[in-house]
């Protein structure tokens, strides 16, 4: 009987898709989280892979707070020399928890966006999701310093995310 529970605790731990340390957690900074100040243009970093931003360059994300609460989303890029834009809308799961928002550019499907790391100036962002499918660093500048850029891609590592499938997006110097 005990090396049928061996077995089959063996077999549970293989088989069981990878759990990730703390994929939507936020990272509790010492400062609350104010979403006026989150709002407006923040430029892509980086990003995992994705059909829908596959091949853009000069990305950026600009959030504007509507009248009804809602948050507008306008993503905008550049694709074999022609400028693509998604207009989205998000809106905030909980205000326990406003760094949790769920973003849809399509009727009523919406997806997780967790700010998992934002700086107090809200300079640079570090975005997931509840799986570890999607992340994003965001900066408010088109380049952001190196070490930086280490310093969220080694955090997105301890939350279990593969950053080896992160794409460096190519932004024009301003």
Not at 12 to 19: D, F, N, Q, R, S
Not at 123 to 135: C, F, H
Not at 136 to 142: F, G
């Amino acid at each position: 009987m005990k090396y049928i529970l061996l077995l089959l605790m063996a077999i549970l731990l293989v088989c069981t898709p990878k759990a990730m340390s703390q994929p939507d957690q936020t990272i509790n900074n010492s400062f609350e989280f104010e979403l006026k100040e989150y709002l407006g243009t923040w430029y892509e970093i980086a990003r995992f892979d994705h059909k829908f931003e596959r091949g853009l360059e000069n990305v950026t994300a600009t959030y504007n707070l509507l009248d009804n609460g809602k948050i507008e989303v306008l993503n905008q890029g550049v694709k074999n020399g022609k400028h693509k834009k998604a207009v989205g809308k998000a809106k905030i799961t909980s205000l326990e928890t406003p760094r949790k928002l769920k973003v849809s550019f399509f009727l009523f499907f919406y997806a997780p966006y967790n700010i998992l790391e934002v700086d107090e100036n809200y300079q640079y962002a570090l975005i997931g999701s509840e799986t570890d499918n999607y992340l994003w660093i965001l900066c408010r500048t088109p380049q952001m310093e190196g070490t930086l850029y280490n310093k969220l891609v080694e955090n997105a590592e301890l939350r279990g995310y593969n950053t080896n499938n992160l794409i460096k997006v190519k932004q024009s110097k301003e």
